[in-house]
């Protein structure tokens, strides 16, 4: 339960510990999320931060401790089981994991063909998230021949199309100059308001304009720091 009147959390962590050969890279972590909540996972490089996005969305499995997403245990997902949870998640992965042989359009439309969306929703749905990221004029480029830049906007239209119920965002704006890095915050707000729950890993928190009340989880060296409310 939590505090604000029995909403079930959305997400949980347990004692989570990862381990990459000798580096803990998360240190004994335990967390409640809830539904709809905004939250920046902050800390210096080399934190824990992608990590922690990476085990939520099982890109990576945790060494110790448990992980339930709306009560399913992460550790009793099976591989045949993982596309069905995976589309629950939108990722912006901090290298973007763009298809490089596929069109931009077809990177962000692949969730929603392998979601069964009609042909016509789909093209609909890919242009806005384009639009909105300011890349529909590279529709039909490949993700090579983009900026670093403007692949990260693909990976964020690409991460919100399905409109998962939790978008985890690694670094979104790592690569953006105030301009389009401020197009994804708006694009994430939007989902934000229509009840998706965010993390966004980020170690610059001063981006945000539109005000939005949320957490900020400061992890470093593995470890949970803290955790403060804020108005970013
Ligand atoms: N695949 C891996 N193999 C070995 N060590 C790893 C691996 N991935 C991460 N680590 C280590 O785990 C620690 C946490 O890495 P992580 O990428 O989560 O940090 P981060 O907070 O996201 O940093 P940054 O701000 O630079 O993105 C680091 O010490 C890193 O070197
Ligand atoms: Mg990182």
């Known amino acids: 339960m939590s505090a604000d009147g029995g909403k079930a959390n959305i997400i949980r962590l347990f004692n989570v510990s990862k381990r990459y050969g000798g580096k803990l890279a998360l240190d004994d972590i335990t967390l409640d999320i809830d539904p709809g909540e905004f939250v920046i996972v902050s800390g210096p490089s080399g934190a824990g931060k992608s990590t922690l996005l990476k085990v939520l969305y099982l890109a990576e499995r945790v060494s110790e401790g448990q992980i339930l997403i709306d009560g399913m245990n992460l550790a009793r997902i099976s591989s045949g089981k993982l596309p069905f949870l995976r589309r629950r998640f939108g990722m912006v992965f901090q290298d973007f994991k763009l298809i490089p042989n596929r069109t931009v359009f077809e990177n962000v439309a692949l969730v929603l063909q392998v979601a069964g969306e009609k042909p ?81 890993a980020s170690h610059n928190l001063g981006l945000l304009e539109s005000s939005v009340r949320g957490r900020n989880i400061a992890i470093e060296d593995g470890k949970l720091q803290g955790i403060s409310t804020m108005l970013y």
């Open 120 to 200: 016509s929703y789909i093209k609909k749905k890919v242009m806005h998230v384009l639009r909105t990221t300011g890349m529909e004029k590279k529709a039909n480029h490949l993700p090579p021949t983009l900026s670093g830049g403007e692949q990260q906007r693909v990976a964020v239209a690409r991460a919100v199309v399905g409109e998962p119920s939790i978008i985890l965002a690694d670094e979104p704006t790592g690569s953006l100059d105030d301009h389009s890095a401020q197009l994804v915050l708006d694009l994430l707000m939007e989902y934000h308001k229509k009840g998706a729950t965010i993390l966004i």
